[in-house]
């Protein structure tokens, strides 16, 4: 079994999404990538749901009972939908400023949602039936302890659903000469070589005792804007499961 995640928060990266709090929430802000991003995320997050416990699709809280942890939660796009989903949810972001902005959202929508201000390594509750991390690893200063902390604080039967941008030709054009440079993205939001392959992570996850059950991409085209799909040049997802031998 994998030991517990120690310094994955890297001080510069926290500064930058700290800056982007107070308007996280606004899909025309400095966040609207991540507006358009969010239900394709979570249209993969549901599948991965009902696959891993064999939900009813069409079951509103496919999560009640459930323990859930978003790691790197930002001002809460992705907490806030898996409450809805009946999950008891436990959110965490290593900038301060993001927490304040995630629970006055929070309590505006009438949600119960258990945010904190600090990285894995610090969170001292495990148990979580999933625990999810998008678009994170790749702002982090230790990739592998941060998987060996998402590892620490899953169940042994759990789920973990994670995202990121793979490291190619394309991910960098799109994402960094492209969104960066024409005002899309924030600039010096992603350090393209921080960004990892789907081999380079699933390595890690062996690593951490973990192991990929569903590796899907995500692409972006003028006319469909994000879409799940079999390539993943730019963006993948990947559900993840405790390996046999350590389940």
Known sequence: MASKAANTINPDEAAHFGKLAADWWDPKGSSAMLHRLNPVRLRYVREAIDAHWHSDARTMRPLEGKRVLDVGCGAGLLSEPLARMGAQVTAIDAAPENIVAAAAHAEKQGLVIDYRACGIEK???????????ME???????????????AHALTPDGLMILSTPNRTALSHLAMITLGEGL??????????????????????????????????????SIVDGFTLSGNRALNYLMSVRKARGDR
């Open 136 to 150: 994170v690893i790749e702002h982090v200063a230790d990739p592998q302890a941060f998987v060996d902390g998402l």
């Open 183 to 220: 005002g899309q993205i924030p600039k010096g939001t992603h350090d393209w070589h921080s960004f990892l392959t789907p081999d380079e992570l699933e390595e890690m996850l062996g690593k951490a005792g973990l192991e990929a059950t569903d590796i899907r991409g995500l692409s972006f």
């Open 123 to 133: 969170l001292d509750d495990t148990g979580f039936d999933l625990v999810a991390s």
